[in-house]
């Protein structure tokens, strides 16, 4: 590790981690609002939240205050104790939909394993051996554990980890004939995104959720709604699936729920709860009392009334101006994504990493979302004054590259 590098450079190509993290890194080391600094002193504006994770911006006391005050308690007990944070969270998230119990895990990919093990279980139970299939979609993206990534049909995941979760099929995304003609009883559970964050922002149709609603019902299959990035405000609902109508059985949440702390929750609904046994299912760190207390305060914060109308106010703004920027740009096909989780479609999918440097030398942070688009997934916190000069930079940038 070079220091002398990274203090004058803000930046290392000698850091400790795997070759399968970039060579060069940016090296961060604090965070306040919406802007990072790096070890330079150089600040970004940050329009990636983390992967779609610190929905409330960085350096926030009212967080450190109630992580600090939980840790002086109790900072650990396992999943063989309850907590009253991890109580009173649970209730919360209950209420967010028709729930009977909530898994607590550590990531995303883990609040999905834990959903298709759910579906799994509940299926044997409900309808016998051989009626274990899952059924996920192009491009869909539920994580790196061997279960979700079984369920994440792009082969550079895939591919080197063969052979995958058997029983895996895979449809097209919003394509409601193909999904009557595969569907039926022996799938156990269907695992599917409102929108394809890091497959390339599609967006569920109104139709395709009615039809995954009824056809699930219909063959008493699982359907998993997977909101670990669309998830509590992101897209402008406490759950995204309102915004198309999807009526899940289970959701998944990760990214924001305990202010950049790790922690996911599964909620399943009664009829699954009864079909598990002590032990079914289980975790060592998953809902501790640090994390769920944090997770506490940020769904307070997130689902308050007054902060989805604000920040539906500024989701507009930001569609607004995504479309202007889109409709003067050839280089552009056209703004994708819901609320605050929106993506500029590019013609020539190669010139992203070219745009990410050149904005990140400009000081501002995006994300790439599938072969061709842009991710913007900035904190929810973040003013319209910011939100116009990320976008400002966003503008003349493309103008420059495209
Ligand atoms: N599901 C979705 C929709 C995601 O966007 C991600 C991560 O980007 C995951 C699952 C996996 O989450 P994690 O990286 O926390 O395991």
Redesign the pocket.
């Known amino acids: 590790m070079n220091r002398k590098q990274y203090q004058e450079t803000g930046k290392t190509d000698e850091h400790p981690y795997p070759i399968s993290f970039s060579k060069e890194m940016l090296v961060f080391e604090s965070g306040k609002g919406v802007r990072l600094t790096d070890a330079a002193g150089k600040s970004y504006l940050d329009f990636g939240s983390g ?2 994770v610190n929905a409330l911006g960085y350096g926030r006391k009212d967080l450190a205050d109630v992580a600090a005050r939980q840790m002086e308690k109790l900072i650990h007990v396992s999943n063989l104790y309850a907590t009253v944070p991890s109580m009173a969270l649970g209730e919360r998230l209950l209420a967010l939909g028709n729930f009977d119990a909530v898994h607590f895990g550590n ?6 394993e834990a959903a298709i093990k759910f579906a799994r279980i509940y299926s044997l139970h409900r309808k016998g051996k051989g009626n274990h299939k899952l059924l996920c979609f192009e491009n869909a ?4 554990t061997m279960g ?1 990534l079984s369920c994440t049909p792009t082969s550079k995941y895939q591919e080197p980890y063969a052979p995958l979760v058997p029983g895996v099929s895979v449809g097209k995304f919003n394509d409601i004939e193909g999904l009557q003609t595969l569907l039926d009883g022996s799938f156990a559970g269907v695992i599917v ?1 409102v929108v394809q ?2 497959g390339g922002m599609s967006v569920m149709t109104p139709e395709f959720a009615q039809t995954l609603n009824s056809l699930c019902r219909k063959h008493d299959v699982l359907l998993i709604a ?1 909101e ?3 998830g509590l405000g992101r897209c402008g609902y406490p759950l995204a699936c309102e915004a198309v109508g999807l009526q899940p059985d289970i959701v ?1 949440l ?2 924001p729920l305990a202010g950049g702390l790790p922690l ?1 929750a599964t909620l399943i609904p009664a009829a699954v709860n009864h079909e598990l046994h002590l032990g079914a299912h289980g975790t060592t760190f998953g809902g501790g009392p640090v994390t769920t207390a944090v997770a506490g305060k940020v769904v307070d914060i997130i689902l308050d009334k007054t902060f989805l109308d604000e920040l539906a106010v500024k989701s507009e703004h930001l569609d607004a101006k995504l479309r202007e920027i889109a409709a003067k740009n050839p280089g552009l096909r056209g703004v994708k994504g819901l609320g605050f989780l929106k993506g500029l479609d590019l013609v020539d999918g190669g010139k992203i990493p070219e745009i990410m440097t050149a904005l990140q030398a400009k000081g501002l942070l995006v994300l790439r979302s599938g072969t061709s688009v842009l991710r913007l997934a900035p904190p929810l916190v973040i003013s319209i004054e910011d939100l116009d000069c990320g976008l400002a930079l966003i503008s003349e940038t493309c103008a420059e590259i495209l």
Do not use: L, P, W, Y
């Open positions: 992967i779609a990531s995303g990919t883990e609040a999905n993206f539920h994580g790196r979700a995104e964050g890091e997977d670990v990035q669309t998944a990760a990214k996911s």
